[in-house]
């Protein structure tokens, strides 16, 4: 297992195949800036071209309607702000306005040299990885290129109404956190409101259930048909995406595979997150040599005190191992598509899976292994683990 | 059509059909009364007579226009308009006229440009750019539906988009006939030019500041005494400005050049001589001409050196044409002479 490089030159690494067509979101968003910067340079002739070239290709870019709307109104009499319609609903003026500040600033903003801390690794099948940074408005796409994740494309993105931080059934909020894609529905089982398809995740996982968070169906999604894209807050914790960005996401999405890792603040990866890892890394491996060495007590040293297995805590568990344990004569581990996913929003928990190939004397088993690890005292334990 | 409620009713066009061709003139007069009347149909004809004549009309295709909208068929109505602005193109009501029928069919778009062909010919054709606004406010109206989706009903902005009712409207908001003669401050008429005072005598009167020109000529011996101490540069090339006009009006062509001074700049790349020539050609050529000046404003430099401003309305017979204008005035030999001529502001 090596360490992967920090930095990544993803301008000049752009996946050949996706390039062209991540150009094209990008350049609308790009000209929709540019028609909002000559606005405030009073170049209301320069920024209506701008926008009118854009509307011809996305005449459902409600954002870009708007602006249109204020930039001929401001010919026919003087307008004195953003969304100068007349009987405008004011919620939806603020929610154009804010989509105006999303863009403007997912513009400004370069696109990422480094990469995201919560991709400490990835095995060889999965091929991508999602990241949203819900206070960007914006989804990433990474690619696993031997090993290191390479930055590959960006979206805006919309999610919860009430923003970030789900808690439970109803609340309109976006998790946060590591998460997998469960499965694709297709857009011929939805409604037209979904767009072209929908990717669900698994919320609410392990540490959802375990902190008592509730609620069901948070999904990727695209949006209707008539429209190119929502306000930054529109869903009810759903990530939706354009239409023409979900399709190309989707290429890229693998069906039990592909993690989403839900942030509200992206942290990127450094130094210290290197010697973290490394220490993490070394621990899965104790883990796995101690369990292999019939020494019981050694091997549940890993597990935390307050480990639970969703349905067993530890005192039950430790019970049953020592009890397993006991009968072998001898016992083989081997780990293999190892991936690790350090947690957004709480510090020191790491989701960790893996295929485990179990021998043993009496039985033999493989299966798909998810363990939270989680840093107390200064050493990485066990806190939960059950089968993926 | 609740849109068109800026309707513009002048009598204007016929004015120079009185000088032309008169019986023409009463049928086409005789259609515009009976379209006023509401007997489109009756009117129809007559158009339809008079175009069997004289199948390039403006006025009366103009008309025409008008009669086939009103009996309902704007594409007809597009159609006779849209071959007006072809055959010619400097005439901007065509234009104003095509952008309401095409706004009242929600083509913004298409209405905008003819607006904007309107304004390109005739820059302060101040109707065109009243409608130009209503199109953008309409336009913009559209756009915020799809930006907000909003329903139909609560955003109809409200548009007063005029139809031009008469093509050689001079004031676009003149409701009565007589109306021009009212609110053009100076009238030149060729019978005005062929008395006119230059020819008469060098000396030009201080009274002459009048609007009449033939006040001007009444007054002229009495003043003559005391016209070498108080010179009134502003009266006199005022005075001259309207003259100039009238020579034009008349069709003087010799008169006309004579305003002109020997070093007057002729437009570039043109000799004199060929200039002359193009002018004389270009006042003989029209059945009748009638040069109009509003809004006259003089600038004295000195006593030999003053400017006039003022807004020139040229009617021919089958053109007419609005601009502002700027004669630069030289006083050479006790005559005052054009040194420059500015179209513009």
Redesign the interface.
């Known amino acids: 297992m090596k360490l992967h490089s920090f930095l990544v030159l993803s301008l000049l690494a752009l996946s050949s195949s996706l390039a062209a067509e991540e150009q094209a979101s990008r350049n609308m968003e790009q000209a929709l800036a540019k028609s909002l910067q000559a606005v405030g340079n009073n170049r209301l002739d320069v920024a209506l071209n701008e926008v009118d070239s854009l509307l011809k290709t996305h005449?459902?870019f409600?954002?870009a309607?708007?602006v249109?709307?204020?930039?001929?109104?401001a010919?026919?009499?003087p307008i004195s702000d953003f969304?100068a319609?007349?009987?405008?609903?004011r919620d939806?003026?603020q929610d154009?306005r804010e989509e105006a500040n999303a863009r403007l600033h997912r513009v400004q903003q370069q696109q990422p040299i480094a990469v995201p801390k919560y991709l400490w690794q990835l095995n060889d099948q999965q091929r991508f990885a999602v990241v949203v940074d819900t206070s960007k408005s914006t989804l990433y796409l990474y690619e696993n290129v031997n090993g290191e994740p390479r930055y590959v494309a960006d979206y805006y993105i919309s999610v919860g109404k009430k923003g970030a931080a789900k808690v439970s059934e109803g609340d309109q909020k976006t998790p946060l956190g590591v998460y997998f894609v469960d499965e694709h529905i297709s857009s011929a089982k939805l409604t037209d409101f979904y767009g072209p398809g929908a990717y669900p995740i698994n919320y609410p996982n392990e540490w959802d259930k375990r902190q008592g968070r509730n609620g069901h169906g948070i999904w990727l999604h695209g949006t209707p048909s008539d429209t190119y894209s929502r306000p930054p807050r529109a869903s009810n914790g759903c990530v939706v995406l354009s239409n023409n960005d979900f399709t190309h996401l989707g290429k890229n999405i693998q069906v039990g595979v592909t993690p989403v890792i839900i942030t509200n603040h992206m942290e990127w990866s450094d130094e210290k997150d290197a010697t973290e890892r490394a220490d993490l890394m070394n621990s899965i491996e104790k883990w796995r040599s101690d369990w292999e060495s019939r020494e019981t007590e050694t091997y549940l040293t890993h597990y935390a005190r307050d480990f639970s297995t969703g349905s067993t805590a530890f005192k039950d568990f430790a019970e049953q191992k020592r009890k397993v344990n006991s009968g072998k004569t001898w016992i083989k581990v081997k780990l293999s598509k190892l991936s690790v996913f350090p947690y957004p929003s709480q510090q020191g928990l790491v989701v960790v899976n893996f295929e485990q190939d179990y021998e043993s004397n009496n039985l033999s088993n493989r299966m798909l292994k998810r363990q939270y690890w989680m840093k107390q005292d200064g050493r990485w334990k066990i806190i939960y683990e059950g089968s993926a | 059509m609740a849109m068109f409620n800026k309707y513009i009713l002048t009598a204007s066009l016929f004015a120079l059909f009185s000088i032309s061709s008169l019986s023409f003139a009463d049928d086409i007069q005789d259609a515009n009364k009976l379209f006023k009347q509401g007997q489109n149909a009756q009117a129809l004809e007559k158009v339809n007579a008079f175009l069997a004549t004289k199948p390039k009309d403006a006025q009366a295709r103009f008309l025409k226009g008008l009669i086939v909208n009103e009996q309902g068929d704007a594409n007809g109505a597009i159609r006779i308009f849209t071959s007006l602005t072809d055959d010619y193109p400097e005439l901007p009501e065509p234009y104003n006229n095509l952008a309401v029928l095409y706004a009242s069919q929600d083509q913004y778009e298409k209405a905008k440009i003819a607006l904007e062909m309107a304004i390109r010919t005739h820059p302060s054709y101040s109707t065109a750019h009243e409608n130009?606004?209503?199109i953008?406010?309409k336009?913009?109206?559209?756009?915020?539906d799809?930006?907000?989706?909003?329903d139909k009903s609560?955003?109809s902005?409200q548009t007063k988009l005029a139809l031009i009712r008469d093509l050689f409207s001079k004031t676009p908001r003149t409701t009565k006939p007589t109306a021009i003669a009212a609110v053009t401050e100076t009238v030149v008429t060729p019978t005005a030019a062929s008395s006119s005072v230059p020819v008469t005598t060098p000396t030009v009167s201080p009274a002459a500041t009048t609007t009449k020109p033939v006040a001007v000529a009444t007054a002229m011996p009495a003043v003559t005494a005391k016209a070498e101490p108080a010179v009134n540069v502003s009266a006199e090339v005022l005075k001259a400005t309207r003259e100039w006009a009238a020579a034009w009006s008349a069709q003087n062509s010799d008169k006309y050049l004579s305003f002109y001074a020997k070093d007057f700049v002729t437009p570039v790349g043109m000799s004199r001589n060929a200039w002359e020539a193009q002018r004389k050609e270009r006042i003989a050529k029209p059945e009748s001409i009638k040069v109009e000046i509003q809004d006259a404003k003089a600038q004295e430099q000195d006593e030999k050196h003053a400017s006039v401003s003022f807004k020139q309305h040229y009617r021919a017979s089958h053109l007419k044409s609005s601009s502002n204008k700027t004669l630069v005035w030289i006083k050479n030999d006790g005559h005052w002479q054009i040194a420059e001529e500015r179209s513009g502001k």
Do not use: C
């Open positions: 005449p459902n409600k954002l309607q708007l249109r709307g204020d930039l001929l109104m010919r026919s009499k969304g319609a007349p009987n405008a609903p939806r003026v154009l | 130009l606004g209503d953008y406010a336009m913009a109206s559209q756009a915020y799809r930006a907000l989706q909003l609560n955003t902005t």
